[in-house]
């Protein structure tokens, strides 16, 4: 998704608040009025903007201080409900403020009635962000995990605050302080990915002061992220052949898709092609490797949306039988580009070195199991060899058991998530005593801005009865049909 750059948030302009939409709380002067402002799509949003001054280390209220970035974004209703709506990003390592400039349209249905609440969580966004810059291209040389190691241990110098003191139990009471500075009695939360680990956490540590909780693409809180990705990935794309050879459009255009996905890997790993591209922004020649790494980065995360899905299968067959790499190694470029751009690296090492690869052991043997895999077992290698060099931080006691909570929760899923997929949300379920699971039928990762989906969202939040929530419209929602050229789809 294009998202504005981490520099936006320090140049938001302040202006008149806009008649109507300024939330009267006494506690909440330390905001002022701002602009958010989403460039690429021409998207400004009046917003109370300001900072949260926390402890780094909160178990030591004397350590260095670090700043949280908040943004309210007002009701289109000028008698606002008094429990706004959270949102928390995934990764870990996203932006949430610049997550809600790129999916604003899904909340516009819980914005008639309620404030959107946006916290950039601490390591990302403007919220003392964890970067290393100069380094992180060397986290992408998954063929040397020496070479990862030492650009883990460059990065640990480079960043601005000790890493260990980012993981989800730290940020979940900056949440609440937030809330508590607010003056709110309680919230609702929308987390998305590794949001709904955060999500569950504070439903855990803060059970009063959660109303209902959204939780879409979910990570139950036993999921070790990391040993499954490549086993999650592979059933993903084991899916779309199957939806590809059922669709008769497409099974005739490409009879042997998955043969051909076979035969280009192999030959991307025998011999990885240079391709050279225009850049995007000046028009100029650039080089881009295309090799399995590459071609498996480009597979996965074009399996996340059922828009991009439509393309894979013609990116496929230019590739292997037209000669023709310039699509395919175009779409990595952007992917790439847009990670770059979105995550917050050391704030995602932080999280997932300290919560995931501590328990990669229990796990058990999965080398075979990741082998079979289209990516292998060289993701896993690479966070393992990352963690090794970077230092574990404080998680709670129960931080990994399952979540038993009365709050009522709806629970969004896509059919066929590459990363989270239904049965992990169906894993969250368990200890949860009031809860519905929806499932987008051949969805990726993330279903709140799909269809009817956030009139759901807006349903579920307002109802004074919140379950059932009646989502029988998700089984309506239309899925782009695969592209059998570049003119666009098949019809």
């Known amino acids: 998704m294009s998202i504005p750059s981490r520099a936006a948030w320090l140049t938001l302009t302040v202006v008149a608040l806009v008649a109507g939409v300024a939330r009267a709380a006494p506690t909440d002067d330390w905001l002022a009025a701002c602009r958010l402002d989403q460039v690429t799509l021409a998207r400004s949003v009046p917003a109370r903007c300001g900072r949260l001054a926390v402890p780094e280390n909160r178990d030591d209220p004397a350590s260095r201080e670090i700043e949280l970035a908040v943004a ?5 209703n000028i008698d606002p409900l008094p429990d706004p709506l959270v949102l928390i990003a995934g990764g870990p390592g996203q932006s949430t403020i610049e997550f809600y400039l790129g999916y ?9 009635n309620r404030e959107i609440l946006l916290i950039d969580q601490r390591g990302t966004g403007a919220s003392n962000p964890l970067v290393c810059p100069d380094v992180e291209a060397q986290f992408e040389n998954l063929s040397d995990m020496d070479v990862i190691a030492r650009a883990a241990e460059l990065c640990i110098a480079a960043l601005d605050g000790d890493p260990r003191y ?9 949440l609440d302080a937030v809330r508590e500075a607010l003056g709110y009695e309680s919230l609702n939360i929308y987390g998305v990915s590794y949001g709904t680990r955060v999500a569950q956490h504070y439903a855990r540590r803060f059970p009063d002061r959660l109303r209902r909780m959204i939780l879409d693409g979910v990570a139950y809180p036993g999921l070790i992220l990391g040993p499954a990705i490549a086993i999650d990935a592979q059933n993903a ?3 779309m052949f199957a939806r590809c050879a059922a669709d008769s459009r497409c099974s005739d255009r490409f009879p042997n898709l998955a043969d051909d996905f076979t035969t280009l890997r192999t030959q991307l790993a025998d011999e990885p092609a240079t391709v050279v591209l225009p850049d995007p ?7 881009q490797l295309l090799g399995t790494a590459e071609f498996g980065a480009a597979m996965r995360l074009l399996s996340y949306s059922p ?4 393309l894979m299968p013609l990116l ?3 590739a292997l039988h037209n000669d023709n790499l310039q699509p395919l190694a175009a779409q990595f470029a952007m992917i790439e580009r847009q990670l770059v751009s979105t995550l917050n690296i050391g704030m995602h090492y932080a999280v997932v070195c300290s919560e995931d690869a501590p328990f990669y052991g229990e796990v058990g043997d999965i080398v075979q199991t990741l082998s079979e895999t289209y990516l292998g077992q060289q993701s896993y290698d690479a966070m393992a060899a990352v963690c090794t060099a970077w230092p574990a931080g404080p998680i709670d006691a129960d931080f990994r058991e399952p979540l038993a909570v009365d709050t009522p929760t709806l629970l969004l899923s896509g059919e066929n998530d590459p990363v989270t997929p239904p049965i992990y949300a169906e894993k969250a379920t368990e200890g949860l005593s009031q809860h519905q699971h929806v499932v987008g039928p051949a969805y990726g990762h993330g279903l709140a801005p799909h269809g009817c989906v956030p009139r759901l969202m807006a349903r579920f939040l307002e109802a004074e009865e919140p379950l059932p929530v009646d989502a029988a419209c998700v089984d309506d929602l239309a899925v782009m049909p695969f592209f059998v050229d570049f003119s666009g789809p098949a019809e």
């Open 72 to 76: 309210l974004v007002p009701s289109l």
């Open 104 to 112: 604003q349209g899904a909340f516009e249905a819980v914005r008639l």
């Open 166 to 174: 980012f993981t989800t139990s730290v940020a979940v009471r900056d």
């Open 237 to 239: 794309l084991d899916q």
């Open 281 to 287: 922004r000046t028009g100029s020649p650039t080089e």
């Open 307 to 310: 828009t991009t899905v439509a």
């Open 316 to 318: 496929i067959d230019e």
